[in-house]
């Protein structure tokens, strides 16, 4: 998908080129970051929803767009750091991605959201773990024979921070036949599968802001050991687009300031559950807190 997009400078000269991930929190926060540039004068090219992770970080770093929201975490998978303790402390990962990606890629990370989007396993509400429902119980169901199907993205099952990191801090495996693997990164659809059953599935993967965990009856379970990283939402900007266009920070640094864990789950579930459009979701949001001119 990459190749087909314009080359650096083929956009107009004066509009930022504004992309996003491909799954539902990334058409919201996409949206909220060109809304607002656009609502305060920065001409936007828009490229949203362009693809799953790897596609939109290949695109920035090649100059065929100019601003994404990232999340901090994935900091260990772009430099191969994933055994450093710091992408578990939310400032200190955030400093650590913004240090790296400023000095070997010429991109600078703008204040992240006050929201920790980790990945997360929710199942069913009445699958038979017991205990307190986290992962420890999980495994425990799991290693015991307990039925598990669970439906996830290839991203999540083969990335070494997600299923792996979870199977190797709890001590349980899924085999092939216990996954059902998903195109995309769209946690609607996972979660989906979990509630309605599909092919077998009473587990999805999961985002710790998605906002259809109650309307599914699905539970996220508590990762009590720390499998995960944090993953604070932030949007990335090349350097030379941010020295051409200084207000961008100005304007993007509090409309993130405003996106607790509680306003993102409130703000995915208008658009996964309730099916509004991201974009009608992302101005309405920007207009209730008073962030339009």
Request: glycine residues 10%.
């Amino acid at each position: 998908m990459v190749a087909l997009l314009a080359g650096p400078g083929a956009a107009a000269a004066d509009r930022v080129v504004v992309a996003s991930k491909i799954d539902t929190e990334g058409a919201l926060l996409g949206n909220l970051i060109a809304a607002a540039l656009e609502a305060h004068g920065v001409g936007v090219e828009r490229k949203i929803q362009l693809g799953p992770t790897n596609i939109v970080r290949g695109a920035i770093l090649a100059g065929q767009i100019d601003l994404y929201p990232e999340y901090t975490g994935n900091g260990a998978l772009f430099f191969h750091l994933e055994a450093d303790p710091a992408w578990k402390n939310a400032e200190q990962g955030y400093i650590k991605v913004r240090d790296l990606d400023r000095d070997r890629n010429g991109l600078v990370w703008l204040n992240p959201a006050p929201a920790n989007n980790t990945w997360a396993i929710a199942v069913r509400d009445d699958l038979p773990i017991g205990g307190r429902r986290c992962l420890q119980d999980f495994a425990k169901f799991v290693n015991g024979g307990g039925k598990v199907k669970l439906a996830a993205s290839a991203e999540f099952v083969e990335s070494p921070a997600a299923l792996p990191a979870f199977e190797q801090t709890y001590g349980f495996h899924l085999a092939g036949d216990q996954l059902l693997t998903l195109s995309g990164g769209n946690t609607t659809a996972t979660l989906r599968a979990a509630a309605e059953g599909t092919s077998g599935v009473n587990a999805g993967m999961a985002y710790g802001t998605d906002g259809e965990l109650a309307a599914f009856e699905l539970t996220a379970l508590c990762d009590d050991k720390g499998a995960q990283v944090v993953y604070a939402p932030a949007p990335v900007v090349r350097a030379a687009v941010l020295k051409q266009h200084p207000e961008i920070a100005t304007v993007l640094n509090p409309v993130f300031a405003t996106l607790t864990l509680t306003a993102l789950q409130k703000l995915n579930a208008e658009i996964a559950v309730e099916g509004h459009d991201a974009a009608t979701v992302a101005r309405s949001y920007l207009k209730s807190q008073d962030l339009l001119p």
